[in-house]
């Protein structure tokens, strides 16, 4: 491979949109965003001709089941490790595993023995420690010293609340576990968030909104998930906004009369609430299951990363520039994990540059 590339007149967005540019990179880095870059001499180049092309920042996924998620209708439910070509046609090159409410037959160690394999194929990775329980699975007995110690580590998480599938944590517990994370990201400049699963029950963000008025927990370390899953909980999760927290919506077929994560973006919008506290994660990988009243699994199907240029390719659709339709998951993602390095395109930034056809399909190049 030459060592240096040269997207050529490319329709850049950084998210913002930047016109036609050409880029220049090299060493893993993005080198230059001009309007014209001349070919250096004197070592190789590989020139791409952009015509035609959009050049987006690489999609953050800040919540994927990387070993695969499910195993709640039985160990035949259990859902096979995601693949590297799954997020390079997804457009992801930031990709954040997790566990979910499998982490008993699953570990911290296995996920991040599979976060390090897909790295080694070229996906960037971190993982979560924890998982739906709490105490929380952790791969030293500590979710902060997991956070501290282990690079890969940045948070803890998708801790289940509001769910039948959750330990039922108290008050006091899911707080401890919000501080631990909130310290160690403080002591390392990781993420230190507690990235919280949001299931159907009716207690929604109650316990968040708890710790946000009897704890000094700033509300940036609380991250709840799946917020678009019901109305009611929609509903909660956008006034819970406007105390700081920002919000993840799962780009999934929502039920019922809540909105999918397009519509999510839009009401949001609508609604004058802070762009940038919004985010929108995948849930690749894990299951999506359709439970009876007794919690049988009645049906269950399998997220994937393509679902978050399909809501970008929405909104677009529904008139949003394509600038603001990818904040949720690249430089707000960015923003909140403490990722300097990615999610703008931005010279010195890493070189995670995806190129999109007419078509909306990710040009490999
Ligand atoms: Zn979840």
């Known amino acids: 491979m030459a ?12 998210p913002a949109p930047l016109g036609r540019k050409d880029i220049l990179l090299g060493g893993d880095r993005i080198l230059a965003i001009e309007d ?14 952009g015509a035609g092309l959009r050049a987006i920042p690489g999609l953050i996924d800040a919540h994927t089941h990387l070993t695969g998620g499910g195993g709640e209708g039985g160990a035949e439910t259990r859902v096979p490790n995601m693949t590297v070509e799954g997020f390079r046609r997804a457009g992801v090159t930031t990709a954040v595993g997790l566990l979910g409410t499998d982490c008993t037959t699953r570990s911290i160690g ?31 007995g500590s979710v902060r010293e997991d956070i501290v110690h282990v690079d890969r580590i940045i948070a803890v998480g998708e801790t289940a609340i509001s769910d039948h599938r959750s330990s039922q944590p108290t008050f006091d517990e899911l707080v401890r576990l919000a501080a631990d994370a909130h310290v160690a990201g403080m002591m390392t400049k990781k993420a230190g968030l507690l990235h919280l699963h949001l299931g159907d029950g009716s207690r929604k963000l109650e316990l968040v909104r708890r710790a946000l008025t009897e704890t000094e927990l700033p509300p940036r ?52 609430l802070d762009p940038s506290r919004l985010t929108i994660s995948s849930d690749g990988g894990g299951c999506l ?19 978050l240029l399909a809501a970008v390719r929405a909104l677009v659709a529904e008139g949003i520039p394509l600038g603001d339709a990818l904040a949720p998951m690249t430089s707000n993602v960015a923003r909140l994990f403490r990722f300097r390095d ?24």
């Open 221 to 272: 370390v609380f991250h709840p998930t799946h917020c678009n899953r019901n109305r009611p909980l929609w509903e909660d999760a956008k006034r819970l906004s406007r105390l700081g927290c920002t919000i993840d919506v799962t780009a999934f077929d929502a039920d019922g009369d809540a909105p999918d994560a397009a519509g999510a973006f839009l009401e949001w919008r609508a609604d004058g």
């Open 289 to 307: 299951p359709t439970f009876d009243a007794d919690g049988v699994l009645l049906h269950m199907d399998v997220g994937s990363s393509e679902t």
């Open 110 to 140: 296995e996920l991040l023995a599979c976060a390090r394999g897909l790295e080694a194929q070229g996906l960037r990775t971190f993982i979560y420690t924890g998982g739906y329980t709490v105490p929380p699975r952790t791969l030293t």
């Open 3 to 14: 060592p240096l590339t040269l997207l050529r007149g490319v329709d850049a967005y950084a």
């Open 36 to 49: 014209h870059v001349p070919v250096p001499q004197g070592v190789e180049v590989r020139v791409v001709e």
């Open 342 to 365: 990615r999610g703008e395109l931005q010279v010195g930034r890493l070189a995670d540059v995806v190129l999109l056809d007419d078509r909306w399909s990710v040009v490999t190049i």
